[in-house]
């Protein structure tokens, strides 16, 4: 069963226990109601969160990397990103073989549908510490796959997750195996600290490009979703697989009243169990690709439904806007470059 968080956890490290659907290597998983896939995302929530790990990690020296694992964990990393009151580079894993001028660094998920992982980083560049994002930490195999292939860019690694389900042995071991190749390594448990917010701060722009894609890729992105938010009016926006970061860049700087409900068509594969997933609508695997699904979907909900996705999973919007016009629902979409 899914261990009970201490009755003085922070509300905004909640967890939903899922149950995986075709993975015999890890029957449940644990996901936040609060990143977009179960529920729209909720920013107060993801604040509080990015405020609490700023609170909890020691002054970041620069240069620090900040780092979001696909694709539970890339809206944690962005929302804690942004509460750092010094600039860090934030970096989203990804399961693409991204085209960039950057040096790319792979490692492997054990556990996962996808379990091949891509890091893109400028070749050579070193860092003062390695700052992790995670929701939750069952094993530690991703993360000491991650570590080892991070060797030459830090010897130093906090690891912010909200909740560490590890048995004490895994944490013991993967310790003492860090220790030994010469890294400094600390897990923070976020759901362990008694922790209420004090002063408000306000959070720096978020200008993150954590895909490294190119500027002009970004800057046309953001163009055309700035251009169909003016015209369209969307009182939903989807972001398909991955492509959250540029989502999330125009998102965070509408006023808090004027943005839309903000969801996430996830790879995640999750078995609908009347609690935390009472509803799934299954967009097919194409040509060999993965399924997509959208979670916990009312269509009365929805008027207007704006979709963005990279061009390697654009059918995968096609099929949404199927499915949303199906339901009486107008729908646009936009695709992106995805290098």
Not at 5 to 21: G, H, I, N
Not at 152 to 180: C, G, H, W, Y
């Given at each position: ?9 922070p509300?905004?490290?909640?967890l ?6 075709g ?12 990143i977009g896939k ?15 790990t700023?609170a ?7 240069p ?16 804690m ?16 073989n ?7 660094i792979?490692f492997?998920e ?7 992982h ?14 992790v ?11 000491r ?11 130093r690694?906090?690891?912010a997750t ?19 190749a ?11 600290f ?11 722009a ?8 190119t500027?002009?890729?970004l800057?046309?992105?953001?163009d055309a979703?700035e251009?169909?938010?003016?015209e ?10 991955e ?5 999330l860049?125009f ?14 068509i ?18 097919p695997?194409?040509?060999g690709g ?8 009312e269509?009365?909900e929805?008027?207007r439904?704006?979709?963005i ?7 995968v919007?096609?099929?949404?806007s199927?499915?949303?016009?199906q339901?009486?629902?107008e ?9």
């Amino acid at each position: 069963m899914f261990p009970s968080a201490p009755l003085s956890a922070p509300p905004a490290t909640r967890l939903w226990q899922v149950e995986r659907d075709g993975n015999p290597l890890r029957r449940f998983g644990h996901v936040s109601p609060y990143i977009g896939k179960l529920a729209p995302v909720c920013a107060s929530h993801l604040d509080q969160i990015g405020q609490l790990t700023r609170a909890v990690l020691p002054d970041l020296p620069e240069p620090t990397l900040v780092i979001g694992m696909t694709e539970s964990s890339l809206l944690l990393a962005f929302f804690m990103a942004r509460w750092q009151q010094r600039p860090v580079d934030l970096r989203f894993t990804t399961r693409k073989n991204r085209l960039t001028k950057d040096e790319k660094i792979a490692f492997r998920e054990p556990h996962s549908h996808g379990p091949q992982h891509f890091l893109a980083l400028e070749a050579g560049r070193r860092y003062s510490q390695i700052v992790v994002i995670e929701d939750e930490l069952t094993t530690g195999a991703t993360l000491r796959n991650l570590i080892l292939a991070l060797r030459e860019v830090s010897n130093r690694v906090f690891v912010a997750t909200l909740r560490d389900l590890r048995p004490q042995i895994l944490r013991d071991e993967l310790r003492a195996e860090m220790k030994s190749a010469g890294i400094e390594l600390e897990v923070l448990g976020l759901e362990s600290f008694d922790w209420r917010p004090d002063a408000v701060e306000t959070p720096l722009a978020p200008r993150f490009n954590p895909f490294g894609r190119t500027e002009a890729a970004l800057q046309n992105a953001l163009d055309a979703v700035e251009n169909e938010f003016e015209e369209f009016q969307p009182d939903t926006f989807f972001m398909i697989g991955e492509c959250v970061d540029i989502a999330l860049r125009f998102w965070l700087d509408l006023p808090a009243d004027a943005r839309p409900h903000l969801r996430q068509i996830t790879r995640s594969p999750w078995k609908v169990d009347g609690e935390s997933v009472a509803s799934a609508v299954k967009f097919p695997a194409l040509e060999g690709g993965s399924n997509y699904f959208l979670y916990n979907f009312e269509p009365t909900e929805t008027r207007r439904a704006l979709w963005i996705a990279e061009g390697s999973n654009a059918l995968v919007g096609a099929q949404a806007s199927e499915f949303f016009n199906q339901n009486g629902i107008e729908t646009r979409g936009i695709v992106v470059d995805g290098t």
